[in-house]
C-alpha cells in the first residue's frame, strides 16, 4: 500500500522566484488523491539526513501564496554537497519516512544529487520517483532555455547599471561593478540590457567565457574613457587568465576557499577595488570607483520579473504531474517555443547533472567586450513588464558670449 508522503527541500543559493516553485511543489502535489502529507526538509539534504521536517500539508494556500512571492528560500538552504556515501544517508532517511516522491529544488550540484540518490533507490528496489526542479541565478543549467531565478537576478542588474550609468554621467570616471558568475557571464551580460543611448554604459563587459588579459582592460578602458570621458565596466566575478586562474588570485595576497576549495569569489569586494586600484595606478585616472553587486541581486525584493514568477511555479507545478503520471525519474527542464512562450520537458538526470552551461558562442561579441544582440532579443523577454526607462535632456546648447 502506497504511504502518499512527498518531501520537498531547496537547495544552494536563493533565489528571488525559488519559493515559487516550492509553493508549486505543494499545491499541485494536495491535488492528487493519492497524496496523504507533503513534508518539506528544513536547509535542503542536511535537514534530510538530520530528519529536520515540517508538515506542508497543514500550511493554508493563503499563507503559501503569500510564502510563493516571498524572495528567499522560505525551507532554507544548504551549501552540502553529499558524495555517494551522503547519498546514502539521504537515501536511507527516505526509505525509514516512507517518502515515495522527492522533489530537490537547485542548480547543478542539487541535480547531481537527486541521480544519486535515484540510483540508491533503485539498487535497493525502493519505489522513489525522484524529480530536480531547476533553479540558478547564474542560468547554467545544461538543456534549459533558461533556469527560473535568473530573469529576476538579470533584471536586478540591467536596472542597476542603468542607475550607475546615470550616476557616472552626471559625475564622469571610472565605475567597475562586479557580477556574480563563476563559470557563466548570463548574469554580468544582463548588465547592458539597461543601455538606452549608444554612449551609455556599460561601455565594457568582461565575461569568464573570455581570458581577461589585464594590459588590454587597461587599454580598453583608457581608450573608452578618451571616446566617452567617462566609463562605466562589468565584470564577471569569474573572469580567469588563459591558465583559467582567476583574477583575483593574481591580484589578491590572501584568498578565502569555500567548502569545495574554490577560490570564494562572491561575498568579498576585493576583485572590484583590485581593478579599481589598477587603473588608478596605471592609468592615472583619478576619480574611480567600484562596486560589488555580491549577494545583493539574489533575493532582491521588490525587483522580480513577472514571466519568473510564472515559470518558477510551473516548473514546481510541472515536477508533480511528471512524478504522478510519469514513469521516470529527471530533471525539469524549460524549452522556448515561439517568439515568447514556453513549454517544459523532462530531462534525463544524467543529461543534467553536474555539468555546466556557458554562454554560447553568438551572445558574444567578437570583441569579447560586449554582448550581441542575440543575446538582447534572448533576455528581453525574461525580464518581465514594466522595466523602468531614462530619458536625457534635449541640448539646445546657448552660445558664449566671453569665450565664443
Known amino acids: 500500500m502506497s504511504s502518499g508522503k512527498v518531501l520537498v527541500a531547496q537547495g544552494g543559493g536563493p533565489t528571488a522566484v525559488i519559493n515559487q516553485s516550492l509553493v508549486g511543489v505543494v499545491l499541485e502535489a494536495r491535488r492528487f488523491r493519492e ?52 547519498c546514502h544517508e539521504i537515501f536511507k532517511v527516505l526509505q525509514a519516512h516512507e517518502i515515495e516522491h522527492f522533489f530537490y529544488i537547485g542548480g547543478n550540484d542539487s541535480s547531481d544529487t537527486v541521480r544519486i540518490v535515484s540510483e540508491e533507490a533503485h539498487k535497493a528496489g525502493y519505489p522513489l520517483r525522484t524529480i530536480h526542479i531547476p533553479k540558478t541565478i547564474d542560468n547554467d543549467l545544461v538543456g534549459s532555455d533558461h533556469t527560473p531565478g535568473y530573469p529576476s537576478a538579470a533584471r536586478f542588474v540591467a536596472q542597476a547599471f542603468a542607475g550607475a550609468n546615470l550616476d557616472n554621467a552626471a559625475l564622469p570616471g571610472v565605475y567597475v561593478g562586479v557580477v556574480m558568475g563563476r563559470h557563466a557571464g548570463f548574469l554580468t551580460a544582463a548588465s547592458a540590457l539597461g543601455k538606452k543611448f549608444p554612449d551609455d554604459g556599460p561601455h565594457l563587459i568582461y565575461l569568464p567565457e573570455r581570458v581577461f588579459e589585464l594590459e588590454r582592460f587597461l587599454a580598453d578602458v583608457k581608450a573608452m574613457h578618451a571616446k566617452h570621458g567617462r566609463c562605466v565596466v562589468a565584470v564577471s566575478e569569474g573572469i580567469h587568465d588563459a591558465s583559467g586562474q582567476p583574477i583575483l ?46 549577494y545583493l541581486q539574489r533575493s532582491f525584493i521588490g525587483c522580480t520579473s513577472d514571466v519568473d514568477q510564472r515559470e518558477a511555479r510551473e516548473v514546481g507545478e510541472k515536477a508533480v504531474q511528471f512524478a504522478m503520471w510519469g514513469d521516470r525519474d529527471g530533471s525539469v527542464a524549460i524549452k522556448r517555443t515561439g517568439f515568447y512562450s514556453v513549454d517544459y520537458e523532462l530531462l534525463p538526470l544524467a543529461m543534467v547533472a553536474g555539468k555546466t552551461r556557458t554562454m554560447e558562442d553568438h551572445f558574444i561579441a567578437e570583441n569579447g567586450t560586449d554582448i550581441t544582440d542575440a543575446f538582447r532579443l534572448y533576455l528581453r523577454p525574461l525580464l518581465g513588464s514594466g522595466m523602468p526607462d531614462a530619458f536625457r535632456l534635449r541640448t539646445h546648447q546657448v552660445p558664449k558670449v566671453l569665450r565664443p
Open 35 to 86: 497524496v496523504r502529507r507533503v513534508y518539506g526538509a528544513r536547509h535542503g539534504v542536511r535537514g534530510i539526513v538530520g530528519e529536520d521536517f515540517v508538515d506542508l500539508t497543514q500550511e493554508t494556500s493563503h499563507n503559501l501564496e503569500l510564502v510563493a512571492g516571498t524572495p528567499s528560500s522560505a525551507l532554507g538552504s544548504t551549501r552540502d554537497k553529499p558524495d555517494r556515501a551522503y
Open 249 to 294: 588570485a593574481q591580484l589578491a595576497k590572501d584568498l578565502e576557499h569555500d567548502a569545495h576549495g574554490n577560490v570564494q569569489l562572491s561575498g568579498s569586494g576585493a576583485l572590484a577595488d583590485l581593478l579599481c586600484e589598477e587603473i588608478r595606478s596605471k592609468l592615472g585616472l583619478k576619480r574611480v570607483r567600484g562596486d560589488t553587486f555580491g
